[in-house]
């Protein structure tokens, strides 16, 4: 999954960024809302973690400016400041969900896994695609009953084809949705988490579900038919 993280204080944006990371995340980090809000307008994200008293343009100013360009992604908001009324006003600006600081990574992490699932389009707790499950808040794989142990970076590559199932999905997207908009690495290195997976969710168990498609990219198909 996806995250722009929206922060201009130096320590607690490393450490969010850290943590999620840790969980295989993708994140991306921008110091004001000016940047924040270019970024989240040309970037595709499920999900941003907002401040409030930001730089050039606040997170209010942000979030509206998301919301009246037809822009759904959804938006956490952070704050020092506490009060009912500033609540009100995040919420009423377009955001999902509002957290105070200082706050719980856990708790953080939870309402991120509830806001994605409430976003638009079917977002269910756990995702199946054929005997495949994958349990994005206990971060379980599973191929019928058995578990398979995947790296942080594969289980977010996984996702992003469980959230896409049957879809050909190009190694662009791939690349831009499971690494960060920065990456200035080898692009093969999709194919090679491909691999990756390959032996992890198909091999052992004589299927084929993650496909090539040539000249397309790879798709998730559940009955592992061509």
Same mark, same amino acid.
């Given at each position: ?6 922060? &201009?204080?130096?320590?607690? !944006? ?80 377009? !955001?999902? &969900? ?48 058995? &578990? ?79």
């Amino acid at each position: 999954m996806r995250v722009l993280l929206v922060e &201009d204080e130096v320590r607690l !944006a490393a450490y969010v960024k850290r943590g999620l990371e840790a969980e295989g995340y993708s994140v991306d980090v921008a110091a004001d809302g000016e940047q924040g809000l270019w970024m989240a307008t040309n970037q595709p994200y499920d999900a941003v973690v907002l401040d409030i008293m930001l730089p050039k343009l606040n997170g209010y100013q942000v979030c509206a400016g998301l919301r009246e360009a037809g822009n759904w992604v959804p938006i956490l908001m952070l704050t020092a400041k506490d009060g009912e009324f500033d609540e009100a006003e995040a919420l009423d600006t377009g !955001a999902d &969900d509002f957290l105070r600081k200082p706050f719980s990574f856990v708790v953080l992490m939870a309402r991120l896994r509830a806001l994605v699932r409430r976003g638009t389009g079917e977002r269910p707790t756990v995702l199946t695609v054929g005997d495949l499950t994958l349990d994005p808040a206990t971060r379980e794989v599973r191929r019928g009953e058995t &578990d398979i142990d995947l790296t942080p970076r594969e289980f977010a590559m996984l996702e992003y084809f469980m959230r896409h199932p049957g879809v050909a999905l190009p190694k662009l997207d791939i690349l831009n949705n499971v690494w960060d908009w920065a990456f200035e690495g080898d692009p093969n290195i999709v194919e090679v988490y491909v691999g990756y997976l390959r032996k992890k969710i198909d091999a052992p168990f004589g299927c084929k579900s993650l496909q090539t498609m040539r000249g397309v990219g790879y798709r998730l198909m559940a009955d592992g038919t061509s």
